[in-house]
């Protein structure tokens, strides 16, 4: 006999199948899951995977540079070389040490918020990160198509498309990772490579121009002392500016991320990956020192020989300032080189925060469980993604200028909170003299976010979109989830084990009680009240069950059980859990399995409005606790005669 599988079928199984592309296919992918332990890359190699999303900036970093500061770009580019060096470097060289296993900055403020409140944060970071992370996609397709658009060979042809070559590019993006996503250390060190290779020629070219016309110099000091009266007006301004640049930091949260790549010592343990930390920040100095040394040189070059209408919207060298360069100073054939290379190093700079959003919200969501089941397969989400990237672009007009304030946003945001992060953590180590320099950075970083986010709304008005569709579909998820069964392991000391073999040679009886008072009268009438409730012989025996709610945010975790005697007579079965409902459906259950007899346990209703009992169970663990309790058994056992029985009087 033949079957045929529905089409609806086929279609829902293919899409759900990206979540073994994930673990396959997307093995290499710059925010993959790690090498296995002891193989890996090495540091130089990982570090072109920083590059795509890093190095890449390059394509729009001078243009933008010059549209913020005109004349003064140089000096304000070193403003952002000296915040890089002193600042973003040797914090994330510091959550190298503190994350090692490429959580970075968000899992360190995670460890130290608890309940709620910490829930909301790293879902509020995360909203930023997906903001940081999308940009980047829309941000590097739409300068990717200037690139493409702007070339002399092909400008008559595709200078009206734009907006459709950025969208066939975020489109393509997508189709490759809903294909599944190879190699791409590999292909990130043959782009990087020829990406630097080529910009070196590029400067190389334009430094001599500059050199060799010593006018060029002369009339750019010139002029800069006439609009601005002196160095320190200079630099009071280049700092005014400074916000507007912050494109050149991104690429510290990636370097971070990619860290499960770097091969480290043979002796590295999980625990403390020692060579692994040490060749990572390694990685983060090495590309922070390139970047720092193209910055500062392609500023020069492009205040210097490029004219500043050019800089302008609808300009030749607006958003390619280093490509106009080649092209004008090289040639078209070197120009149509390097123009590929751009795209291509953008495009694959795109593909590096696509991988980062795959693998960023299941890191974190789905331990809250806030996460729906379907977004823990790929496919789905790269749909997702696409489409808010089609949306994305629209918004802006496939613009890079207009698209900078909300990447700066997003750059800054991580960068700041990670500043925090490294504070905190200096602060517990006891080290003063690095909590006050990591102090100081964090209010540069929070400065320069602060007058971003007023002088560049976009950003935040996208990052708070992406953070309030976050927490709604979070809370929505962690709504639908509500009873399912979240314990993971049960564990019982000698004692709880003893109480339930003995318990276990007559009818298993527990009786559900709040550890709250716990004196000899609290019990004694606990017993008499459910013997009359339930209409209970007196020869039964009962054991009492108190669970103490910890974290009530978390979403799972294991159960650990004490056996304790209380008042020389009772006997009492304490355990923490974040959900008391979930922590007794879970003893029940495992109660069942380890003695092969039906367990049951007895109930008083609770006071107040359902509803209200209801929430209190949503959001702290508590409230209707036995028709919650016997919901929780009712998904994780279908069968009704082996399920433990909830009596409730």
Request: hydrophobic letters at 50%; glycine letters at 8%; aromatic letters at 10%.
């Amino acid at each position: 006999m033949v079957t045929t599988e529905h089409p609806s079928s086929r279609l829902r199984s293919w899409m759900l199948e990206g979540l073994s592309d994930m673990g396959k296919g997307m093995q290499q992918a710059p925010h993959a899951q790690p090498e296995p332990p002891h193989e890996g890359q090495r540091w130089w190699r990982v570090m072109c995977l920083t590059g795509v999303d890093y190095f890449s900036t390059l394509g729009y970093q001078p243009g933008i540079a010059a549209l913020a500061a005109g004349l003064l770009s140089p000096v304000a580019t070193l403003v952002l070389v000296l915040v890089t060096l002193a600042g973003a470097l040797p914090v994330y060289r510091r959550v190298a040490e503190e994350s090692p296993h490429g959580e970075g900055s968000i899992a360190m403020l995670e460890r130290l918020l608890s309940f709620w409140q910490g829930k909301l944060f790293v879902l509020t970071l995360l909203g930023f990160a997906a903001t940081d992370f999308l940009i980047t996609i829309t941000l590097s397709a739409a300068d990717a198509s200037t690139h493409l658009v702007e070339n002399p060979h092909l400008t008559a042809a595709l200078h009206s498309h734009q907006m459709l070559i950025t969208l066939f590019l975020v489109a393509l993006l997508g189709a490759v990772f809903l294909k599944g996503f190879l190699e791409a250390i590999g292909v990130a060190v043959a782009l990087v490579g020829i990406y630097l290779g080529l910009n070196v020629i590029v400067v190389a070219v334009g430094l001599w121009h500059v050199i060799t016309a010593q006018h060029l110099v002369t009339d750019w000091s010139a002029a800069l002392t006439a609009q601005h009266g002196s160095v320190f007006a200079m630099i009071g301004v280049a700092l005014l500016v400074f916000p507007k640049l912050a494109l050149g930091l991104s690429g510290f949260e990636t370097g971070v991320a990619v860290m499960p790549h770097v091969k480290g010592n043979p002796d590295d343990t999980e625990e403390r990956p020692t060579g692994r930390i040490r060749d990572t920040k390694k990685l983060l100095t090495t590309a922070a020192l390139i970047m720092s040394g193209f910055l500062i040189a392609t500023s020069f070059i492009t205040t210097l020989l490029i004219p500043a209408p050019e800089f302008q919207p609808g300009g030749k060298a607006n958003g390619r300032a280093l490509a106009y360069l080649a092209h004008h100073y090289i040639g078209n054939a070197f120009g149509t080189v390097y123009d590929i290379s751009t795209i291509a190093i953008l495009w694959f700079a795109g593909a590096s925060a696509m991988a980062g959003l795959l693998n960023l919200m299941p890191r974190y969501l789905p331990r809250y469980g806030m996460a729906p089941h379907w977004a823990r397969a790929v496919r789905p989400m790269v749909i997702v993604f696409t489409l808010i990237g089609f949306l994305v672009t629209w918004i802006f007009d496939a613009n890079v200028d207009k698209q900078g304030g909300a990447y700066a946003t997003g750059v800054l945001v991580l960068i700041s909170s990670a500043a925090i992060a490294v504070t905190i953590a200096s602060r517990k180590a006891g080290q003063r003299k690095w909590t006050v320099a990591f102090a100081v950075i964090s209010a540069v970083f929070l400065y320069t976010t602060v007058v971003n986010v007023i002088e560049r709304p976009d950003g935040v008005k996208i990052g708070a979109c992406f953070i309030a569709g976050i927490i709604l579909v979070s809370l929505l998820s962690r709504l639908a989830r509500a009873f399912e069964l979240r314990v993971t392991s049960v564990t019982l000391d000698d004692m709880a084990e003893r109480f339930v073999r003995d318990i276990a040679s007559r009818k298993i009886r527990f009786i559900a009680n709040e550890p709250d008072r716990r004196d000899k009268a609290k019990y004694r009438d606990k017993i008499e009240q459910i013997r009359k409730d339930n209409d209970v012989p007196e020869s039964e025996d009962f054991i009492f069950v108190e669970v103490t709610v910890t974290d009530p945010s978390e979403f799972e975790g294991g159960l650990n059980v004490r056996g304790e005697v209380l008042h020389d007579r009772y006997r009492v079965l304490a355990l923490e859990s974040s959900s008391v409902p979930n922590g007794l459906a879970a003893l029940l259950l495992h109660v069942r399995e380890m003695t092969g007899h039906i367990p049951h346990i007895y109930f008083e209703w609770t006071e107040g409005s359902p509803f209200a009992n209801f929430l209190r169970f949503f959001l702290f663990g508590q409230g209707e606790v036995a028709p919650v309790t016997r919901e929780v058994l009712r998904e994780a056992e279908p069968d009704p005669a082996k399920r433990p029985r909830v009596h409730t009087g």
